[in-house]
């Protein structure tokens, strides 16, 4: 073999080693790692309409869904090693709505979180992005 084929052979395999360890560290569950999680909740008032919502990414779409009152939606996934993992979400409520990203890598990075609760209010919709909610919300959108 070459050098220059040999070193491409050795780059490739270091690649491939690092982009497994990451599958089997995310899949596997290994301790210090663990998936992120999104979490829709419906906080609205009692006599409110229904909360709908579709969320999707690149390669996944949810569908439309229905939350009623203190209803909660959630899922996990492993992000991209390479920080591209994107997820949005349109809500309805009513004649409201408002279009936004739930997820994305420089949320993570400048959260520190793996954890990130969209909460519905008849003000707004806030994020909690600790492990329980209502624990530190921050309205992020208003309605449109």
């Given at each position: 073999m070459?050098?220059?084929?040999?070193k491409?052979l050795?780059?490739?395999?270091?690649?491939?080693?690092?982009?497994?360890?990451?599958?089997?560290?995310c899949?596997?569950?290994?301790?210090?790692?663990?998936?992120t999680?999104?979490?829709?909740?419906?906080?609205l008032?009692?006599?409110?309409?229904?909360l709908?919502y579709?969320c999707q990414?690149?390669n996944?779409?949810?569908?439309?869904?229905?939350?009623?009152m203190?209803?909660?939606y959630?899922?996990?996934?492993?992000?991209?090693?390479?920080?591209?993992?994107?997820?949005?979400?349109?809500?309805?409520?009513?004649?409201?709505?408002?279009?936004?990203?739930?997820?994305?890598?420089?949320?993570?990075?400048n959260?520190?979180?793996k954890?990130?609760?969209?909460?519905?209010?008849?003000?707004?919709?806030?994020?909690?992005?600790?492990?329980?909610?209502?624990?530190?919300?921050?309205?992020?959108?208003?309605?449109?």
């Open positions: 070459t050098n220059t084929l040999m491409i050795i780059l490739s395999l270091l690649v491939l080693n690092i982009s497994q360890t990451f599958v089997i560290a899949y596997g569950n290994r301790r210090g790692y663990r998936h999680t999104i979490v829709i909740v419906n906080k008032p009692t006599n409110a309409d229904l709908e579709r990414s690149k996944h779409d949810f569908g439309l869904r229905n939350l009623w203190n209803q909660s959630d899922w996990s996934f492993c992000p991209s090693v390479f920080g591209r993992t994107l997820y949005f979400c349109h809500f309805y409520w009513g004649s409201k709505h408002k279009a936004f990203d739930v997820f994305t890598s420089k949320l993570a990075r959260t520190g979180s954890d990130f609760y969209w909460i519905a209010k008849s003000d707004g919709i806030y994020l909690d992005y600790h492990s329980t909610p209502t624990r530190a919300l921050k309205k992020i959108h208003d309605w449109e």
